[in-house]
């Protein structure tokens, strides 16, 4: 029992490690331009498609670093023609312009590629087990993680120590002075778009490793990653890596104890979330009011 | 134009729409087929704009955003199709204990909901909604789970001389949903003309000032909210009645996501919007779906188009600038 | 905003949708001789969403089936017009709403569908609610031939009983009498879990352990070592969907297979072909598949046929299922002579198929009793590589007749109500 519980456990960061990986490009495009991207899951199978196509040609290290960019630059593309039209809108019409463009994505997916899921193979080195003794985790999936932290880790410092980087943190907290400062708050937000887009399309690519290619495969990752926005705090970005980690566990924990409903906890955590302290565990009050 | 002569036309124009309306739902069974409708596409339309209207009540009216009001709306459902299955062979008990059961649990989640606003509120009805997916779709022994509650159908109206068979005849069924319609739209026009419907009206347009006004707004939100799912409920029976069966996807978030838009696409702060945005919505998905296999492309394009150049909707665009 | 102009506009618009309208009723009605009008035939399956796949596959085989015998004579010298509609993978209002508009506006004869078993069942009570001809091509819940039958509703694929029945005795003839399952933890799995336990009970086996997985969980390894630790002697996988495509993946990653024997109940080409090749390990049952004998009848050409309309992949159990249905209802129409639906069920009913319909060894046909085709059910193992052709990757070792594996009638709960 013990053991089965760390399993879980364990099993549960490397989930919430991905999860946190969607939800912090979401949050990124949340917290700046307040837009609620319902189409993030779509983003998500496209750069897990692109790679798919890719690959014969540039290998999977190739597809790895370049299917992220070509996502990010269709990113890009929406936003300049269709999401910057609805800046200081209700985010409601956001939500539901992504939701439309999502309806767009999943059939444009299915018509090019077609129906059918397609395998995607992952490098001989990546697949085998670790120890299959005691820690039964595949190097792929540690690879997962490992690629998350890098990223992560990497925009942690873009955001800290770069000029861009703290632009965009400013611009979370009071765009308009911002604006006031000279700074192109038109380029900033294009740009921070593109980077939430760009982690949802690396997240393609690793999920594609993991369970292959469909064109509803981002349906099921998108409400996870609004919950770990919602749980780690709305606002802050090491809320939502936090945030994702804690749903990924919770998840692994409530399969041991009680399976069938390790998939709704995380929505009753939501819930319970909203409910008793809305602005998450480290989030700032009144982000979203 | 002297300002009553301009209050008199609007009224006449109000009038005049009102009679377009009915006119064209009370012989809808007669000219839909000569454009290649049938009833059952009627009926549905119905249902479904009914849902949007409830959605609209909390949106257009109270400017609060529910996303997961398929909760309620699949409650209504269930309820009606548990009550048909397993209690009594009656129509109007099955639409009853689907709204009560809605409407009751809406009420009763409502309270822990109204503290929060925006995308908070939002995110939270989804959460709830997704609760009762799960539940549906596990508790199989009550809910048929994955494979969907069936087992039941529409009983004939029984009046005592004479039964109204409601149904293997589709026509009669869709004069008994209007019927039920009209009761529920007259119900939402009464309340939203009440003192209580200009309250939330101020409500929307600027909580802070109501507040200021004494307005106990959490009161107010909480009403409506509760109000809102009794009708959403009250859809979900009826459409229960309508397909004879209930699965758990109609709890699902992406059906509230249906709602919703086809209440912009109607228009958002207009009575009859939602209903034009149901029209809209479900014929097109209706007409569009038979003619190429790439229909979302078609209705994806639409709700952006929508969203960026008619967020008024469609009533918004055809009708009146409104001064309030 | 012109205001008047709007109102104009829209006093106008009516008008003129009235006076359309109204020379639409005044024209005169043309009645066409019976003879003359084609044969209806409504597809209602999901095209879009989770069962895209095997929607469109079946599809293929429909439209094939009536291409073939409209170049013929049709069906009792009529022309089949085929009409689909898209039932979405959605809630079954939508597939319920496109049944009644398929049998309402358009007169369908005869209605196919759906991938989904919820939305089978829910066309199903429509369809016998107006007495239209409805067969089931591939939904594989027990009850649409079991406690839900229904005299106007008939299902090519198998049932789960069917599946666990055909593989069960053969798993435990060739590799032992322990067996070790995971489930996932509703009531599709449980039912699987319930057919597999039955047969290894009364082939006196033993189950070493079951484990609960919840459904979309990605990692098995817990499961995989509590499994490998009670040493059975085969490790039954019942997950469904990508939940199964990830627990192959980490058995083969785990070289499981190399321990102890896998094995599952239904496999699906489409599922396999989405797989990564070191996944595709274990013992499974497919309910057609392509790869058969030399000189099967009628094989070589269905498959031609169906690598021209498909950019060369080779038809699957779905291809199959639609290519069936279509022609078993147009056998059932020329025994009977008519379209009526009941006559038509009547001969239906212990309709055998013919040697270039079934496309496999042993007697296929609808069991009058709960109107299920004795299919044969397809016994191998999985291979990595394709054999000879990229997409030949079952090894088939056994064919099952279908009126063995399938549970007598009295056990499958059918109590069908004939029509008055």
Partial sequence: MLELTFFNVTNGLIIGAFYALMAIGLSLILNLSGVINFAHGGFLVIGGYLAYTLRPYIGFWGALIVAPFLTAIIGIAVERLLIRRLYGRDPLYSLLLTFGLAFIIE??????????????????????????????????????????????????????????????????????????????????????????????????????????????????????????????????????????????????????????????????????????????LLGEEGMLT | MTPKA??????????????????????????????????????????????????????????????????????????????????????????????????????????????RRGVYFAMVTIAFGQVFYYIAFQWSSLTGGDDGLRGFERQPLDFGPFKIDLLHNDVYFYYFVLVCFAAAAAVMAFVLRSPFGHTMIAIRENERRARFLGIPIELHIWIA???????????????????????????????????????????????????????????????????????????????????????????????????? | ?????????????????????????????????????????????????????????????????????????????????????????????????????????????????????????????????????????GGHTDGITGTNCKWNVFRVCTTTRMEANSICPLLFNTYGKKWHFITPDYAFGHTLYDGCEANLKKLGGTVTGNELTPLGITDFSAYLIKARAANPDVLVVLVQGNDMVNCLKQIAQFGIEKQLHVAGTQQELEAVEAMPPEARVGIWMFEWYWKQAAGTPGLEAFIGEVRKRTDGKVPTARTWFGYVTIHAYALACEKAKTVEAKAVAKALGDMELPPEVKMQPNKVYFRGGDHQLMLSAFVGELSQKGDGDPENLFKVNHIVAGDTDAPPVSETGCAMQMPA
């Avoid at chain 1, 981002?218 to 990653?225: E, H, R, T, V």
């Avoid at chain 1, 090491?238 to 409530?254: C, D, E, R």
């Avoid at chain 2, 799912?229 to 709890?251: E, H, I, Q, S, T």
């Avoid at chain 3, 049944?99 to 939305?119: H, P, Q, Y």
């Fill in chain 2, 225 to 324: 909210f509760a109000l809102s799912c009794f009708f959403m409920a009250f859809a979900g029976a009826l459409y229960a009645l309508l397909n004879n069966f209930a699965d758990p996807r109609v709890l699902h978030y992406s059906l509230s996501g249906d709602f919703v838009i086809m209440a912009v696409m109607g228009g958002m702060r207009r009575f009859w919007g939602p209903l034009l945005g149901a029209v809209i919505f479900v014929v097109l998905q209706d007409y569009i779906s038979s003619v190429t296999v790439n229909w979302m492309s078609f209705i994806g394009a639409l709700i952006v188009l929508i969203v960026l150049f008619f967020p008024r909707g469609v009533l918004g665009l055809l009708g009146q600038r409104r001064t309030a």
């Fill in chain 3, 1 to 137: 905003m012109n205001k008047p102009l709007g109102t104009f506009d829209r006093r106008t618009l009516v008008k003129a949708g009235a006076a359309i309208g109204l020379s639409q009723l005044s024209a005169p009605f043309i009645i066409a001789a019976r003879g003359d009008t084609p044969l209806k035939i409504g597809v209602d399956n999901p095209l879009t969403g989770t069962y895209a796949a095997p929607g469109k596959n079946e599809g293929v085989g429909i439209q094939l089936a009536v291409d073939q015998l409209n170049g013929k004579n049709g069906i009792l010298g009529r022309r089949i017009e085929l009409l689909t509609e898209d039932s979405t993978s959605g809630d079954a209002g939508a597939a319920v709403q496109k049944a009644r508009k398929l049998i309402e506006r358009d007169n369908v004869d005869f209605l196919v569908g759906n991938v989904n078993s919820a939305l089978a069942q829910a066309m199903a009570q429509v369809s016998n609610e107006k007495g239209v001809l409805h067969v089931v091509p």
């Fill in chain 1, 107 to 280: 059939d444009g997916t299915r018509q090019f590629w077609g129906a059918n899921g397609l395998p995607f193979s992952v490098p001989e080195g990546l697949t085998s087990a670790l120890s299959s003794k005691f820690f039964f985790i595949t190097g792929y999936r540690m690879f997962m993680v490992a690629m998350v932290a890098i990223v992560v880790g990497l925009l942690f410092v873009l955001l800290r120590y770069t000029r861009i980087g703290v632009r965009i943190r400013a611009g979370t907290l009071d765009l308009e002075t911002v604006s006031a400062l000279g700074v192109n708050v038109r380029a900033l937000r294009s740009l921070n778009f593109a980077v939430g887009i760009f982690l949802a399309g690396l997240a393609g690519v690793l999920a594609a490793g993991q369970i292959g290619l469909e064109p509803t495969m981002g349906d099921s990752l998108l409400m996870p990653s609004f919950i770990a926005i919602i749980v780690g705090g709305v606002g802050s970005l090491t809320g939502t890596l936090f945030g994702g980690l804690l749903i990924g566990v919770a998840s692994g924990l409530t399969a041991v104890i009680f399976p069938s409903a390790s998939e709704a906890v995380i929505y009753v955590m939501m819930a319970i979330v909203l409910l008793v302290r809305p602005r998450g």
């Fill in chain 2, 6 to 115: 301009r209050g008199l036309s609007q009224q006449g124009r109000h009038l005049a729409m009102l009679a377009v309306i009915w006119a064209a739902l009370v012989f809808a069974p007669y000219w839909m087929p000569l454009f290649g409708g049938y009833t059952a596409l009627g009926t549905r339309v119905l249902v479904l704009g009914l849902a949007a209207m409830s959605v609209n009540f909390l949106l257009g009216f109270t400017g609060v955003l529910s996303f997961g009001h398929a909760a309620w709306f699949g409650l209504g459902a269930y309820g009606a199709g548990l009550c048909l299955k397993w209690v009594a062979l009656s129509t109007p008990l099955a639409l009853l204990a689907g709204t009560v059961l809605g409407g009751v649990a809406g009420a009763i989640l409502g309270v822990l909901l109204v503290r």
